[in-house]
């Protein structure tokens, strides 16, 4: 259903450091370093099928993240959840919500874990079960 997602970054540096260790847990490799043509930098991370993108604003402005707005990454194990949380705080990142681990709902049981980003994007670490 998606091709790509695509956050901003006021810190490129930051940010490619920060997600260079925490994409690192799902075996991504380096980005690709893109300069558009009117001068912003962007990583494209590619992996497994999926790119996930950050970008210096194309319009000069500030980046900001979404409230309200979450990107999920699909993890391969609990254990994974956990390691994707422990990675991105010690990158820099900061843990929000309930502590990583099972959550039972509706939908079965999901372990997840919430963190967000040195810009304030909101990650989330996910398996479920079955």
């Keep these: 259903m998606f091709s790509h997602i695509m956050i901003g970054s006021n810190d490129i540096e930051r940010s490619k450091r920060f997600y260079d260790a925490v ?7 380096e980005p690709m370093r893109n300069e558009n043509a009117t001068g912003q930098t962007r990583l ?3 992996h497994d ?17 979404a409230n309200g707005g979450t990107i999920g990454f699909k993890c391969n194990s609990p254990e ?7 990675v991105a705080v010690a990158n820099g990142g900061t843990t929000i919500e ?6 039972k709902g509706a939908m ?3 372990h ?11 990650l989330c670490g996910l398996y479920r079960e079955g």
């Design 112 to 122: 997840l874990s919430y963190v967000r980003d040195p810009d304030g994007n909101k």
């Design 44 to 46: 494209f991370y590619r």
């Design 98 to 103: 309930d502590p990583p681990g099972p959550r």
């Design 80 to 86: 994974q959840v956990k390691q994707f949380h422990d």
């Design 108 to 110: 079965g049981t999901m």
């Design 49 to 65: 099928g999926s790119t996930f993108c950050i970008s210096e604003p194309i319009d000069g402005k500030a980046a900001t993240f």
């Design 23 to 29: 994409l690192g847990v799902f075996g991504a490799g």
